[in-house]
């Protein structure tokens, strides 16, 4: 396997006003170092509770928020240092499905003309090739030809998830970054346009950056997954052992809280898990583990020190106690 994306202690901080008139500025610290690596062809999910840092670690990594430190290489090239005009001629091989496919979409635009934009934008094979390529996208996705002059607010929130995907794979993209692409949708619609990415997934070699808060959500289309708490990651892993062995409380947690595990009991699911308090402010984030004041198994030391990663079960772990 060849890596496509690998990020190198990317960090992302937010500039937030003064205390009082002569008091220091103060930083939001939204992503804090994190390093992943998404091999070609495979799918990296991201998760953790809202707040966590996913999104914002997903939309730095590719350049539409600014990170303040870190690396961010994609086939060898670092996307931090680009200029924007070579950045806007990577575009086509990153693209983005968003979350909420009721505002992602022109509602004065024809799904058709949706879909064609991005090949118009980058100047794509011609205005022939271009249609062409709009309905062979349409086919692939599972709409009809028929319905390439309809406006948005004609399809129902599923289909216009799939035009969203078709305008996403219109420019041939390397890797699609996933937003909480179910999220917004109705659960048995969710499972069809999982199935959808799980099969183009493999048809076209793509990788995929997903994003979710839902673990069980991620097990039907990502290889491997990176759960995140407090702008940094805590566990990273093939999704296989990461169900099968949790090793991080946090992860636990997050699996215990999965909606899609919880329904069926199926494999991955445990029993609920009480967490007392709410997650520290990232404004002024602790010394010591971030889970530390949530986790029934936290002693002295991981209110010291961060821990650092560690291999358990398969799995990459910062925990001082984990398992």
Not at 217 to 241: F, Q, S, T
């Amino acid at each position: 396997m060849t890596v496509l994306l690998k990020a190198n202690d990317l960090t992302v901080r937010f500039t937030l006003g003064k205390k009082g008139l002569f008091g220091a500025r103060q930083y939001l610290e939204a992503v804090r170092s994190v390093s992943f690596t998404l091999e070609r062809g495979r799918a990296l999910g991201i998760v953790g509770e809202s707040g966590s840092g996913k999104t914002t670690t997903a939309m730095a990594a590719i350049r539409l928020t600014e990170a303040a430190g870190g690396q961010v290489l994609f086939e060898g090239e670092d996307l931090l240092t680009l200029s924007d005009e070579a950045m806007r001629q990577r575009r086509r091989d990153i693209q983005l499905i968003f979350q909420d496919p009721y505002s992602s979409l022109n509602p004065r635009a024809r799904v058709a003309d949706i879909v064609r934009e991005p090949m118009d934008l980058m100047e794509i094979g011609t205005p022939a090739e271009r249609d062409a390529r709009v309905r062979e996208l349409f086919k692939l996705v599972g709409l009809r030809p028929d319905q390439l002059n309809l406006f948005p607010h004609q399809f129902s929130g599923g289909q216009r998830q799939r035009i969203s995907i078709a305008r996403a794979l219109s420019t041939n993209p390397k890797l699609l970054v996933c937003d909480e692409p179910v999220s917004a949708l109705d659960v048995a619609i969710q499972a069809q346009i999982l199935n959808l990415l799980a099969r183009l997934k493999d048809e076209l070699g793509l990788s995929y950056l997903f994003i979710s808060h839902d673990l069980g959500v991620v097990r039907h289309v990502c290889d491997d997954v990176a759960v995140m708490y407090l702008g940094k990651i805590v566990e990273h892993g093939p999704v296989e052992a990461l169900f099968e062995a949790p090793q991080h409380p946090y992860t636990r947690a997050l699996l215990a809280a999965a909606p899609s595990l919880a329904r069926r009991k199926s494999k991955g699911y445990v029993r609920p898990m009480k967490l007392s308090g709410d997650p520290p402010s990232p404004i002024n984030p602790p010394k010591g583990c971030a889970f530390a004041e949530r986790c029934p198994k936290a002693q002295n030391i991981c209110r010291q020190s961060p821990p650092e990663a560690r291999e358990a079960q398969g799995l990459h772990v910062a925990c001082y106690f984990p398992g």
